[in-house]
Structures are given as structure tokens and as C-alpha cells.
């Protein structure tokens, strides 16, 4: 299947998606009576006049639903950007949701996603969903699977439905790694003075969102956590994003799923703070503790396979493939290739070959996944 077909694909999908409609308080409904709207209209209309931000949020769902009056979606814009000018976060929401769909304004996604964003930043977990699908299919936004997979675990953490549903499709498009350390201090920002949001242990998995020169951001998928972990505490050869010198992944270089994934691990927190994993570059730290970091994931470049001479030169046949420590689908992924990249074959084991890369890493490919020739 090709890099296009899948995305098409992507796209299919992400129409049928969940994405939260209209929201609205809990005592206006479209089943109350007229008696029931207009009450609530006679007492709203007054505190929405004197800049009631609750109010003007309310009076815009009303004319939005027509409820208790006739239905003007000018009117509902108009109160709904009053409430959103002092950052009432389901008014910015439902202010998304008209520019989305056309509703009483014409589509405009880069204006939904305006929306949806101040929404998101303001705790909003169905903005936050809504933004990560837009991130996902590019609309309105460039298409970024990294900060949809960040957008949607936010509303997945917060028990957004829809996003519990649609992380899954995300992160399948993203490389993965392993924390090579224990007790690893996962920061809110790439910086050793940020919060500490986490803490993770050796081999716990994390999907790959940006990348910074000394720092990653990463996504623990079953907790819904996000947040930054120094590079060197991450398992050898993680595989560069496409465009990796920018903080920012592009979509396009996730579009396949990786042909030989394993399923992702429980991340185990550990609040042992005392004994956090300073986040300091190893080539700062004294030199005993920085080969103790690092022999947890150089271990396969160290072993000694059976002497081969063919040295075969081969590429990668499929959108990505894990490479890994040993000839086996349980054996950690120590860094990803990606279609068309050039290896050197240098060893065949029943239906694996132990490859060097061009940047001289050696570890295991499946032999499906490589093909003849440059």
C-alpha cells in the first residue's frame, strides 16, 4: 500500500470519528418547553447585558437552539464571542464547532482550529479532541500527528469518549521508544529546572511526539501522560523523525504504521524522587555513570554475530521498520528505518538479517522488510 493510499485511508477514518457537537449547560435542553426557555431567557438576558460571561454563553446557546426565541446563529456568534473574549472555554468550544461545520458563517477550519485551540488551552477536553483531529488530517492546521496524539491524550486523560477512541489511531502512526534508566524524571518542558510531571522505570514504553536537540517529548499511552525526557535516557538509536532538527514531527513521516510493532507496555510511575535519574547529557557526567546509562542499550552493537562477508547492500521496502537487538519480534527496538533507507546486510538468520546502517548501527531487521539492491 502506498504512502498515499494510507493517508487517503486516514482521512476516511477520521470523518467517521467522534467529534463532540454543541455544548451547552445542563438546564437548557431540546426538550424543554417554551414556558421552561423563556424563564431561563428572562433571567439570563439581564446578567449577559452586564457582561455575565455564564450568562453570554448561555443566551448564545439559546439563539443557537432556538430555544425560547427564534433560532439566529448570528446572535448565538455574537453572544458566544463575548463570553470567549473573557476566555469562557465552552463558549470558544461551540465557537469552533460553527466555524467547522458552516453553521450560520462560512467553513473556515483555520478559524475552527483558532477556536478549538483557545478552547484546548483553556481545559476544554472536547476542544482538545477537536483539535487533535484537526492536527491529524491537516485541516485547518498542518498536519501533525505529534500534536494530535499530544491534543487527544489531554482529552483522553480528562475521560473524553471520543478521544479514548480515536489516541489509539494516532499513535500507531508514531515511532516509539524505551526509557533506558530507572526512576527517570519526565519534566513538563525541555528544561532541567521544569516540573516534574512523572516518573518512569527502565523499559517503560513512551510514543515518540517532538524533538528537541537534548530533549523528547513523549506520550505514555495507557496513562494518557505527556511531557519531556532528556535524550540520553531514552533506549539507543531512536529513529529521527522526518525534518528531525525540527521540535515539531511532520505527519507524513508516520503515514505507515510500523510493519513490525509490538504491543505497548504498561509505564510504571515511580515516586522515588531522591533517587531520580539527573537528566544532565551524559557526555557532562562523570564517566562511570554515563557507560552505566549507556550499556542497558549498546549491548547489541556489542555482539558478536557469525562472521558474514557478503555485505550485501539492501533497502528498507515498507514505510517503517523496527530495527532490533536480536533476531525476534519480542526483542527491544533499538531504532526504527524507514522506507527506501540503505543497509548492509551482513548476516541471515532463518527469516531475520542482521544489518548495518549508514549510520553504523547494527541490529535486526525482518527479512520480509528489505529489499535487493540501492
Not at 450568562?55 to 439563539?63: P, S, T
Not at 511526539?209 to 535516557?233: C, D, H, I, M, S
Not at 537528566?279 to 562523570?286: C, S, V, Y
Request: some cysteine; glycine content about 8%.
Amino acid at each position: 500500500m502506498t504512502v498515499r493510499s494510507v493517508l487517503g485511508l486516514v482521512v476516511v477514518c477520521f470523518a467517521s470519528w467522534c467529534v463532540p457537537a454543541l455544548a451547552a449547560p445542563a438546564d437548557i435542553n431540546a426538550e424543554m418547553t417554551p414556558a421552561e426557555a423563556q424563564k431561563i431567557l428572562t433571567t439570563t438576558r439581564p446578567r449577559a447585558e452586564k457582561g455575565d460571561a455564564s450568562a453570554q454563553y448561555n443566551l448564545g446557546v439559546l439563539y443557537d437552539r432556538g430555544l425560547g426565541v427564534e433560532q439566529d446563529y448570528d446572535q448565538a456568534r455574537k453572544w458566544y464571542r463575548k463570553a470567549a473574549d473573557q476566555r469562557y472555554g465552552r463558549a470558544e468550544h461551540n465557537l469552533g464547532i460553527m466555524y467547522e461545520s458552516g453553521k450560520g458563517v462560512a467553513k473556515n477550519t483555520t478559524q475552527a482550529a483558532h477556536w478549538f485551540r483557545r478552547g484546548a488551552d483553556d481545559g476544554q477536553a472536547a476542544s482538545q479532541n477537536n483539535l487533535g483531529v484537526l492536527y491529524m488530517k491537516g485541516d485547518g492546521v498542518p498536519q501533525n500527528s505529534g500534536k494530535a496524539a499530544f491534543w487527544t491524550a489531554r482529552a483522553a486523560a480528562a475521560g473524553n469518549g471520543a478521544a479514548i477512541e480515536n489516541l489509539p489511531r494516532i499513535v500507531d502512526d508514531l515511532p516509539q521508544s524505551h526509557v533506558n534508566a530507572k526512576d527517570v524524571n519526565v519534566r513538563d518542558q525541555p528544561d532541567s529546572q521544569a516540573r516534574v510531571v512523572r516518573q518512569a522505570d527502565s523499559d517503560a514504553t513512551v510514543v515518540i511526539l517532538a524533538r528537541e536537540p537534548e530533549w523528547t517529548q513523549v506520550l505514555f499511552p495507557k496513562t494518557y501522560e505527556t511531557g519531556w525526557v532528556a535524550n540520553f535516557l531514552l533506549a539507543d538509536g531512536l529513529a529521527p523523525l522526518a525534518g528531525a532538527s525540527d521540535a515539531e514531527p511532520k505527519g507524513s513521516a508516520g503515514a505507515n504504521a510500523s510493519s513490525d510493532e509490538p504491543s505497548p507496555d504498561e509505564p510504571e510511575a515511580n515516586d522515588k524522587r531522591a533517587t531520580a535519574v539527573d537528566e544532565t547529557p551524559a557526555a557532562t557526567r562523570p564517566a562511570s555513570t554515563a557507560q552505566d546509562q549507556q550499556s542497558v542499550d549498546t549491548s547489541a552493537k556489542k555482539a558478536k554475530a557469525a562472521p558474514d562477508t557478503s555485505d550485501k547492500a539492501m533497502h528498507v521496502g515498507v514505510g517503517s521498520a523496527n530495527l532490533r537487538a536480536k533476531a525476534s519480534r519480542s526483542a527491544r527496538v533499538i531504532g526504527q528505518l524507514h522506507r527506501d533507507d540503505v543497509v548492509t546486510a551482513l548476516e541471515r538468520r532463518n527469516d531475520w538479517v542482521r544489518v548495518r546502517t549508514q549510520d553504523g548501527m547494527l541490529g535486526w531487521l525482518a527479512g520480509y522488510l528489505l529489499v535487493d539492491g540501492q
